[in-house]
């Protein structure tokens, strides 16, 4: 469809000749300079038209995107999240682990044993002396009674070690929200810029043509000439780098959303967002609240505190039930055909060379540890969440006054092209004119979506980004 369409305008514009007149007596630019119009204009060559076509043969299909498709695709395909998700669901499986000890214990045995006529005695333990020619097989059963807490506070210590896993998760999850509205921003800047440097090698291009003409009629120097080239060139080059920019952003936008291969995207606008609160103490309360990294910290305190519990309780007893069953098919003539016994077992340690004093000294150091971690994330979110308040507050008020320079831009460049009409002013005015239009547009495009990241970055830091 699109090679048709092109090829069809430049068969028309090769029948007609030159362009319409309404073409050429268009208003020198929209927004950069007032609305003349111009005595001529250049026909357009068949390696313009060749190139727009090379253009739309050439053209990535662009993707539709507003700025929540972009956060649910980044979500869904970045392997970060889907890391940090099945992280999560490992460490779900701890506590299980723990909590076996609280089941009965049973396993099967199969033994037979050949043994030398009198054999009575086997060295390297302690063990029955009398060892008979059998065959026997049976079940043994254990299970625990109590080992006063430590068990528990093993299990409590590892499903918070979970829950602190899933606000890693959650941070995971923000981060790649933060980075993929960042990227949406800055790609809305870079085509924004794009505009503006579009718009301005189209006007200098008008004003080229224009002065170039005059200078033919002898009604302006070949300096002005080569000074509105000048102009234009530098337009040029900062439209080469605004394409490139794009390129740049896309390329970020696709890799914050995990898309493989390069990728254009066509973005729609956001709303701006409500105007942050007079006061700041608020956000700073809701931050240390809601902010993930803070939650996990503190779930990770708790689970030390757990932990120093149970390793507390290795000096208590441990108490348990054996029973085994079973029967001996085949045997030496004295042994019973089959066999059981049931029986208690405590186990109280008594010694331990250190070992257990080390390892709970351990465990509530590493608590108090945790808890100055606690502290000083706090600290470091309450400044955080100041910086992007301040930073987002200072880029509402650059929109504000990017719109105020633009009008004077325009004012200015208004004069200028007027007293550079009448013969009162120089190219250099309307050249100086000209760039600080530019400036003021650039500056002006950016400035909105510069708030607008600030903006995305304040709920960040207070935990509101889900």
């Given at each position: 469809m699109k090679l048709t369409k092109y090829v069809g305008q430049v068969v028309n514009l090769r029948r007609v000749g030159n362009p319409p007149s309404d073409i050429c007596d268009r208003p020198v630019s929209a927004g950069y300079q007032p609305a003349r119009r111009i005595p001529s204009c250049p026909t357009l060559t068949l390696i313009s038209i060749s190139f727009l076509l090379i253009q739309a043969l050439s053209a990535q299909p662009m993707t539709h995107l507003t700025l929540a498709e972009?956060?649910?695709?980044?979500?869904?395909?970045?392997?970060?999240f889907s890391a940090a998700k099945f992280n999560a669901a490992a460490a779900y499986q701890v506590p299980s682990q723990y909590k076996a000890a609280f089941q009965p214990n049973m396993f099967g045995s199969f033994t037979g044993v050949g043994a030398d006529n009198g054999s009575r005695l086997a060295a390297g333990a302690l063990n029955n002396p009398v060892v008979y020619d059998r065959v026997g097989s049976g079940l043994s059963v254990s299970q625990m009674i109590t080992d006063f807490g430590r068990t528990s506070n093993l299990v409590a210590t590892a499903k918070l070690r979970a829950e602190s896993q899933d606000q890693v998760t959650e941070t995971t999850r923000a981060q790649i929200l933060l980075t993929t509205s960042r990227a949406y921003f800055n790609l809305l800047r870079a085509q924004a810029v794009l505009k503006?440097?579009?718009q301005t090698v189209e006007a200098r291009q008008l004003v080229v043509d224009q002065i170039s003409a005059l200078a033919e009629s002898k009604m302006r120097s070949t300096l002005d000439v080569s000074f509105a080239k000048v102009n234009l060139s530098d337009a040029k080059l900062l439209q080469v780098q605004a394409q490139s920019d794009v390129k740049s952003a896309d390329a970020d936008l696709a890799t914050a959303m995990g898309l493989p291969g390069e990728a254009a995207f066509i973005l729609e606008e956001e709303p701006l967002p409500a105007p942050l609160p007079d006061k700041i103490a608020d956000l700073i309360r809701e931050a240390i609240q809601d902010r993930p990294e803070l939650k996990d910290l503190r779930f990770q305190?708790?689970?030390?505190?757990?932990?120093?519990?149970?390793?507390?309780?290795?000096?208590?007893p441990s108490v348990g039930v054996?029973?085994?069953?079973?029967?001996?098919?085949?045997?030496?003539?004295?042994?019973?055909?089959?066999?059981?016994?049931i029986g208690m077992n405590i186990s109280i340690p008594i010694f331990s060379g250190g070992l257990f004093k080390a390892r709970q000294s351990e465990a509530e150091l590493r608590t108090k540890a945790a808890g100055q971690n606690v502290s000083d994330l706090e600290n470091r979110v309450a400044r955080d969440v100041r910086v992007a308040y301040l930073n987002a507050n200072t880029a509402a008020d650059r929109m504000t006054l990017t719109q105020e320079l633009l009008a004077n831009a325009e004012q200015a460049l208004d004069l200028a092209q007027t007293r550079f009409d009448a013969g009162l002013g120089t190219i250099v005015e309307?050249?100086?004119?000209?760039?600080?239009?530019?400036?003021?547009?650039?500056?002006?495009?950016?400035?909105?979506?510069?708030?607008?990241a600030q903006r995305v970055m304040v709920d960040y830091q207070i935990g509101a980004l889900r």
């Open positions: 972009a956060q649910r695709l980044a979500i869904q395909n970045n392997p970060q503006v440097a579009n305190e708790s689970a030390d505190e757990r932990f120093a519990r149970a390793e507390h309780a290795l000096y208590y054996i029973g085994t069953a079973g029967v001996v098919p085949t045997g030496y003539s004295t042994i019973p055909g089959r066999y059981g016994a309307l050249s100086q004119a000209q760039l600080n239009l530019t400036s003021a547009q650039i500056g002006n495009a950016a400035a909105k979506y510069d708030y607008q």
